[in-house]
């Protein structure tokens, strides 16, 4: 079966960096992307960027783009998440998860959507 | 930058009772609306996708309905284990997969 499984809990002191991985297993890697997730206490779901598992290009959130870097490795199918220079306000719960995209033989209609988790890193981001 | 907006952010219900959650985004995303749902402690798990086909696994009292820029998910008939948050995701502007600021169903 499709698994994530995420590396564990850092705790960070603002200004430094963290590289989040992401061991995954069960499907072909290369035929998947994977994007990453955070959610920081009492807050929403927010959407920080993806990767491809075929080629390696990231795509990025605005918001992340001077701060993170995605990359993957197809031999040992992991995907990392490396976040620079951590804020208070980074501090959070952040998720890989399986990023799946095609197109429906029956409506020809692009579908896209997250259909397998990690279980998810707690980052705290504290002095 | 497209905008997800989810109503209402809490509702509170009963055990029985038939729940409506609404996504609106800000411009024009197609059927590219997926749901998710977030119990505290546990990994998001993926309900609905292109806006009305319900993920394998996911019970049927679960739908979803909408295109353009509305969406609605109903939970025809709450169980305990559905008391949670909910999160619509629109991922038909691309490359940028936009989550709305979710609905938490509570007792």
């Known amino acids: 079966q499709v698994q994530l499984v995420q590396s564990g809990a850092e705790v960070k002191k603002p200004g430094a960096s963290v590289k989040v991985a992401c061991k995954t297993s069960g499907y072909t890697f290369s035929n998947y992307d994977v994007s990453w997730v955070r959610q920081a206490p009492g807050q929403g779901l927010e959407w920080m960027g993806w990767i491809s598992g075929y080629n390696g290009s990231a795509t990025y959130a605005q918001k992340f783009q001077d701060r993170v870097t995605m990359t993957r490795d197809i031999v040992t199918r992991m995907a990392y998440l490396e976040l620079r220079s951590l804020r208070f306000d980074d501090t959070a719960l952040y998720y890989c998860?399986?990023?799946?995209?095609?197109?429906?033989?029956?409506?020809?209609?692009?579908?896209?959507?997250?259909?397998?988790w990690g279980q998810g890193t707690p980052i705290i981001v504290s002095s | 930058d497209i905008q997800m907006t989810q109503s209402p952010s809490y509702v509170s219900a009963s055990v029985g009772d038939r729940v409506t959650l609404t996504c609106r985004a800000s411009q024009y995303i197609s059927t590219s609306l997926n749901w998710y749902q977030v119990k505290r402690g546990t990994a998001p798990n993926l309900l609905i996708y292109s806006a009305s086909i319900l993920q394998s696994g996911v019970p049927s009292r679960f739908s979803g309905s909408g295109s353009g820029t509305e969406f609605t998910l109903t939970i025809s008939s709450l169980q305990p284990e559905d008391f949670a948050a909910y999160y619509c995701q629109q991922t038909y502007i691309s490359p940028h997969k936009t989550f709305g600021g979710g609905t938490d169903v509570e007792i």
């Open positions: 998860a399986r990023d799946v995209r095609g197109v429906s033989l029956e409506t020809a209609a692009a579908y896209n959507y997250f259909d397998s």
